[in-house]
């Protein structure tokens, strides 16, 4: 399909459909952020439905089955565009690990809380969460700069031509 002519809704599924664990390549920060939206919408979308059946909950004390089954499903998809909009940045992969201390906070800081330790066990969580802080955002400013115009080390611009604009942008 000509990325030119691409809705919003092709490309948010185009990591899914056509680029399930393709890791090789590049990703416009179309594909990336229209995915990321579908992928917002979905959540809440599963997780009002799950409210209402009174499922939520039922997956680690606050996931459904519903919302840990999209999880399951789009974790593949959603590191793999992730790998391939960083290589439209021409940056390796490896940026990719700035994430796990903010994983690691988020996991740390439920199991304080389940732990019964309260506050003062989340205290001990307190510089890690600055640090995933600051890693989160360097991601953020990362997946939203514009991709190399023409061909860079990991392949040729996933718009066709020169200049990396496009309308979708």
């Not at 917002?40 to 979308?45: Q, S």
């Not at 606050?62 to 998809?77: D, E, K, M, R, S």
């Not at 969580?125 to 955002?137: Q, Y």
């Amino acid at each position: 399909m000509n990325p030119n002519s691409m809705t919003p809704i092709d490309w948010a599924k185009r990591p899914i459909v056509e680029k399930y664990a393709d890791f090789s390549g590049r990703a416009p920060r179309a594909e990336y952020w229209w995915y990321a939206l579908g992928l917002i919408i979905a959540f809440i979308v599963l997780s009002i439905v799950e409210s209402i059946t009174g499922l939520k909950g039922m997956v680690f004390g606050f996931y459904g089955p519903l919302t840990a089954l999209l999880w399951l499903a789009t974790i593949v998809p959603g590191i793999a565009v992730g790998v391939r909009r960083l290589h439209d940045t021409n940056r390796s992969a490896w940026w990719l690990l700035l994430i796990v201390p903010y994983l690691l906070v988020a996991i740390l800081s439920v199991m304080a809380l389940r732990s019964g330790g309260g506050l003062a066990a989340l205290g001990a969580v307190g510089l890690l969460s600055i640090v995933g802080l600051v890693c989160a955002i360097i991601m953020l400013v990362l997946m939203v700069l514009p991709g190399t115009p023409g061909e860079n080390r990991y392949g040729p611009n996933p718009y066709g031509n020169a200049t990396g604009a496009v309308p979708a942008e």
